[in-house]
T-cell receptor
């Protein structure tokens, strides 16, 4: 299994500011994913981050709003830019860990952001 | 694209079995997953099933997959109060492992 650490775990942010969320994995993984979970909702994929290439964004998400870095095989960051209250969500990092028994996809504990 | 549906709420008594259902539209999903989310926590991977399997059992958990009907279920035997949480099913996009999540089922286990 993969152990995923996210920072910060929680934060209260001012409208108009930006916040960078870090995701650290205890093993090298090819694919990392960032999801958003709005209050009371299910999860929606923001983007896929592969090391050495630009992130691939899903419909409705753009790089200017959610810039992503993937400098190596164990680390990624997601920035939520120019935040508004609508950005209040849980942001979750996920990895695809191919462990020989199949493709298992693990999640971090999430970063709970409240924008005021 | 994939669309995944779940019933929103399930209430059971402690010791009973719980069955959480999920329907999906994209038959090309290679893996189907079940996750548990407790209040204030992230997602915990419970189990997954490969699309060429009909059933998978893991301790108290049994996953059934009916590919013809595109129906997935998670049975929890001897449900405990600690099983109270939101359960999400998710299908994986072939090759890319992007997950499409269901709406989540809130399981409430009463003593």
């Amino acid at each position: 299994s993969a152990v995923i650490s996210q920072k910060p775990s929680r934060d209260i942010c001012q409208r108009g500011t930006s916040l960078t969320i870090q995701c650290q994995v205890d093993s090298q993984v090819t694919m990392m994913f960032w999801y958003r979970q709005q209050p009371g909702q299910s999860l929606t994929l923001i983007a896929t981050a592969n090391q050495g290439s630009e992130a691939t964004y899903e419909s409705g998400f753009v790089i200017d709003k959610f810039p992503i870095s993937r400098p190596n095989l164990t680390f990624s960051t997601l920035t939520v830019s120019n935040m508004s209250p609508e950005d209040s969500s849980i942001y979750l990092c996920s990895v695809d860990s191919r462990d020989g028994t199949g493709n298992t996809i693990y999640f971090g504990e999430g970063s709970w952001l409240t924008v005021v | 694209g994939e669309d995944v549906e779940q019933s929103l709420f399930l209430s059971v008594r402690e010791g009973d079995s719980s069955v959480i259902n999920c329907t999906y539209t994209d038959s090309s999903s290679t893996y189907l997953y079940w996750y548990k989310q407790e209040p204030g926590a992230g997602l915990q991977l419970l189990t997954y099933i490969f699309s060429n399997m009909d059933m998978k059992q893991d301790q108290r958990l049994t996953v059934l997959l009916n590919k013809k009907d595109k129906h997935l279920s998670l049975r929890i035997a001897d449900t405990q109060t600690g099983d109270s949480a939101i359960y999400f099913c998710a299908g994986a996009d072939p090759g890319f492992q992007k997950l499409v999540f269901g709406t989540g089922t809130r399981l409430l286990v009463s003593p």
